[in-house]
């Protein structure tokens, strides 16, 4: 059950934790290229606690886990955010997508 819920506290060291930034980095800005300082800078003039989380959580440990490609991952939450009627985050996410090369046979 672990390895779908982890325990809190999962980043348990700097390296470890430094580690995850870069990944969760990584991650987001093969999604937003260009815009992604504008992300973060926007995130961080309200809330650097919710800019970390979001690279730590969502990008990192969530988009960054293994098992789905980020092209089959970005086309998941397109389908999700299509439904949900989210436009502003499902264009971001179709940019993303179209960024990993998905075409839109996918």
């Known amino acids: 059950m672990n390895e779908f819920f982890p325990k809190k506290n999962t980043v348990t060291n700097n390296d470890t934790k430094l580690g995850t930034i870069k990944n969760g980095t990584q991650t987001c800005k093969k999604i937003y290229g260009n815009k992604f300082d504008k992300l973060i800078n926007n995130i961080k003039s309200f809330s650097p606690e919710l800019a970390d989380w979001l690279i730590i959580e969502g990008y990192s440990k969530v988009l960054s886990r ?30 993303g997508a179209s960024r990993q090369k998905v075409s839109e046979k996918k």
Do not use: D, F, M, P
């Open 66 to 95: 293994k098992g789905l490609t980020l092209a089959e991952r970005e086309l998941s939450i397109i389908s999700i955010l299509t439904v949900q009627k989210y436009g502003s985050q499902l264009y971001s996410h179709i940019n």
